[in-house]
């Protein structure tokens, strides 16, 4: 009878970490920014047809860096979970806490027991409110670690580098063309440019209509910043 | 609550009736009258009486459609309710109109706007106008069993199709036949009354004031000889609803406008 080789459960833990970590890096980063007339979520993308930022629900939006067709079949889930919850009793009780825990419970889940590898994502659902205090910045990581963040939100490679440029750039009361300034700027660092066609950029307009999800087009994304 | 996940081979994909199927929930609970004896008469004084919505109408003018309809549900010969919406945006340029039994014609179009949205979002981007128009067919087709039972619902589906640069409009039948219409539609009750008024009053390429007061006047006609059809309900403030589509979107006519046509309508009339 063979004996299969002891791990020990923080080696498991370890090596599993390390595998979605690196699948995550490999990939590039995206920022959302809190301002007073809306969230802007700023992304790095050369695609225009693989979104990384959509649209959840009426006050809700989803971005997610790492592997493609895992955050995107989770957006899927997302809209479903959404959905299925406004139908059964209304649209104002569909929030976006409640989906971060589910998002957080399946990431979670598939880290620690059901899946044969942990998925190389990291997602962020963000609410936009009546005021920039009722926002919600919801950051879930690869184990389903759940961050309940305020004024920016950093995901993706480099996160660091580039949450300590914003540190120094961000402002609250920045208009919608500055703040995608800032974002790209943080997103880029000092040595290199991203140009307007690899970014994909999507607000949560603050303006009390029922679908607040807006994306901005590339001819003014470079325009705004010219 | 935990998050619908489905295996490959199992997703419901872009379909939301087939979502709500898959967690057990039945978007068409009254097809499952199939088989029961009896028959449910909705529109005359029997047993069982349901309210039941009727007189709705749509047209196209010079760049889009105009879609109307009035505001009474009936419960045989009695009014239900004075203010019911049977005409609403079904997205940003498409609406829906519907008559038949009110319950089910509310829950329906609850569901057909619910899709286009659901749609939308998980394909990351929008169904063509007569992708919405088969869509809603099978939603009428889902609902057949019902209608059999005298349980019926059809609606009129119109809209502006940004491929062919005009307003489109469909109406269909319970067993969810769908037929585009070139000009002109009217269903429910007073459709025949309606018809006769645009059938006389309808012009090629005519303006969208023009289609506003055409439609205003063919409810005023079916309200007037059909008492299933509402008409302007001075008394309390409540007008037909009256809304036009075209490349810019569903726009809803104001009371003010439709209190000043129908002025003018019943000043004709005194005058007779």
């Not at chain 2, 169904?127 to 019902?146: D, Y």
């Not at chain 2, 969208?208 to 008394?235: C, F, K, N, V």
Request: one cysteine or more.
């Amino acid at each position: 009878m063979s004996m299969p080789f002891y791990v020990s459960p923080e080696q498991m833990m370890k090596d599993r970490a390390d595998y979605a970590r690196k699948g995550i890096a490999r990939g590039r980063a995206l920022v959302a920014l809190q301002t007073p007339s809306c969230i802007v979520i700023v992304a790095e993308n050369p695609s225009t047809t693989l979104r990384k930022v959509s649209e959840i629900y009426d006050r809700i939006a989803f971005a997610g860096v790492g592997k493609y067709n895992e955050f995107d079949q989770l957006r899927v889930a997302g809209v479903r979970a959404a959905e299925l919850r406004g139908y059964q009793y209304s649209r104002n009780d569909v929030d976006a806490r409640s989906l971060a825990n589910q998002y957080a419970q399946v990431l979670g889940d598939v880290f620690a027991t059901s899946g044969p590898k942990p998925l190389e994502v990291e997602l962020l659902v963000a609410e936009v409110g009546d005021t920039p205090e009722r926002d919600r910045l919801f950051h879930i990581l690869y184990d389903g670690t759940l961050l309940d963040e305020k004024r920016f939100c950093v995901l993706g490679g480099d996160a660091e580098g580039i949450s300590k440029r914003l540190e120094s750039t961000y402002r609250a009361d920045l208009d919608l063309a500055t703040a995608v300034k800032v974002a790209v700027a943080a997103l880029s660092g000092p040595d290199r440019t991203v140009a307007a066609a690899d970014l994909e950029i999507a607000t949560l307009v603050r303006n009390g209509r029922r679908r607040s999800f807006t994306r901005i087009t590339d001819d003014a994304v470079a325009a705004a910043l010219r | 609550m935990t998050m619908p996940r489905f295996a490959a081979g199992d997703d419901p994909g872009a379909s939301f009736p087939d979502l709500l199927r898959k967690i057990g929930i039945d978007p068409f609970p009254a097809s499952a009258l199939r088989g029961e004896s009896g028959r449910i008469d909705s529109t005359r004084g029997n047993d069982t009486v349901l309210p039941h919505a009727t007189t709705c109408l749509a047209l196209t003018y010079d760049g889009g459609v105009v879609m109307a309809g009035d505001r009474r549900a009936t419960m045989g010969n009695l009014i239900s309710t004075r203010s019911v919406e049977k005409v609403v945006p079904a997205d940003d340029l498409s609406g829906v109109a519907i008559a038949g039994t009110a319950g089910l014609a509310m829950e329906m179009i609850k569901l057909f706007q619910l899709q286009l949205e659901y749609y939308e979002k998980v394909e990351g981007q929008s169904l063509s106008l007569e992708g919405k128009a088969n869509q809603l067919s099978m939603m009428v087709r889902s609902n057949m069993p019902a209608a059999m039972q005298g349980l019926g619902v059809v609606p009129i589906f119109a809209g502006f199709d940004p491929l062919v640069g005009r307003g489109r409009l469909w109406d269909f039948d319970i067993t969810g036949g769908r037929y585009e219409e070139r000009d002109f539609v009217a269903i429910g009750s007073g459709s025949a009354l309606a018809s006769t008024v645009l059938r006389v009053g309808w012009r090629t390429n005519i303006t969208r004031e023009a289609a506003i007061e055409l439609a205003a006047r063919a409810l005023w006609e079916a309200s007037d000889a059909d008492t299933a059809t509402g008409g302007p309900d001075i008394l309390r403030g409540i007008y037909p609803i009256v809304a036009s589509i075209d490349a810019g979107g569903w726009d809803r006519v104001a009371d003010d406008a439709l209190a000043s046509i129908y002025d003018t309508i019943m000043r004709e009339v005194r005058s007779r």
